[in-house]
């Protein structure tokens, strides 16, 4: 067992991006420990390893080929199993006018990339959703 939470209690976390780097280092600074992690290159194959893996938390780039993050996440929170998961939208755009195209698509929050690791944790772990304890 790696320190943290066992695999079975490790949060599903599905990282999307089309930057095959960018998936790639977020899934290798997150993977293990807290965080079981699945990653998807386009937002076809994003809905497609959400059915497959069912993650508690999406962190979903915006500009995606084939579906847009905007529309990977208006598809997710129409079927009743993705009512609940959180989404994250991280991505370079963060004007006023992308943020709410964020929370009207669903999105719970929206980072502006570049993001630390150590701050993506922390954003992570802490469900704003969730009563304090």
């Known amino acids: 067992m790696v320190a943290g939470k066992a695999q079975d209690d490790a949060i599903r976390l599905l990282i999307v991006d ?3 780097d960018v998936t790639q ?3 290798r600074a997150l993977g293990g420990g807290n965080y079981q992690v699945e990653t998807a ?6 809905i ?17 080929p084939v579906l847009s993050g905007w529309d990977v996440a208006r598809t997710l929170r129409r079927v009743p199993l993705f009512a609940g998961p959180r989404l994250i939208a991280l991505s370079a755009f963060g004007s006023e006018q992308h943020r709410a195209a964020s929370l009207a698509a669903g999105f719970e929050q929206h980072l502006l990339k570049p993001i630390g690791i150590t701050k993506l944790k922390e954003i992570l772990d802490h469900d704003p959703r969730s009563p304090s304890p």
Not at 48 to 64: G, I, S
């Open 18 to 20: 089309d930057n095959h």
């Open 25 to 27: 280092a977020l899934s």
């Open 41 to 46: 290159n386009d937002g076809l194959a994003a």
């Open 48 to 64: 497609e390893r959400a059915v497959q893996f069912r993650p508690q938390v999406v962190l979903l780039d915006l500009m995606l």
